[in-house]
């Protein structure tokens, strides 16, 4: 995540991109010290997952935000997103936190990107592709997932009439949201025939929201959210759907 991590402070003014390192470095001891409380108890250990939490949450900020309210939304998203599960998490951390601080503390900044102050970031979203390859290099990438996500954000976009229907993938968060977050073993279903369907809700449920309400943040959070809770009725309708291993 180290590319579009760099591009977000390259787009920042200097006050805001000292902020997004420092907010990303608190998400780490947060983070890491809620794994600590959980993991001491039940004996197990911790990696790198809070690492990875920390990036995608500071990467995933729109902007200068609340200092207090991002504090509260890292331990939401840490403490109900992974901990309180046995250190496995059935959402992505981040995504949690962030829905929580969005509807918690809408004042704090975290709504501070609209559909008209996302353009077209062709940077961004290739600066995601390094990290896309090394996922699907380790298996730990639901490409079916990301397919469909672009295949269900491009065709819904078409079909409520924006003429910049094409330009959705390439628009704000979209792409970090769907490599690093909705297609990661956490969010992702087990069969490939319901991973497509995930995507295509997931990049569905971006577009509508985006064009439904254009003052709604970025939509990829709560798309993704969304789509997560969808994944276990999406696993048990293709339960009977052939493997072949």
Known sequence: MAPPLLVCLWHDDAEAAVQ??????LALVIADAWASIFARPAHRRW????????????MLLPGPVAWGAAAVAVSFGAVFGREVFGGRPV????????????FSFPEGGFEARGLDTLPPDVLFASSCLPGAA????RSSLA???????VAGAATTGLLMGDPAWWQHPGLGTFAAGVVFLASAPESAVARRGAQVLHGILVGALIVVLRLADPNHPDGVVFATLLGG??????????????RHD
């Open 47 to 58: 990696g790198w997952s809070s690492a990875v939490f920390a990036v995608t949450f500071g």
């Open 143 to 149: 490409w079916p997932v990301a397919v469909g996500a």
């Open 134 to 137: 090394l996922l699907l290099w």
């Open 91 to 102: 959402l992505p951390p981040a995504v949690v936190g962030l829905a929580f601080a969005v």
């Open 229 to 242: 809770l969808f994944a276990p009725l999406l696993n048990r309708a293709f339960w009977w759907w052939p």
């Open 20 to 25: 997004r390192l420092l907010l990303s470095a």
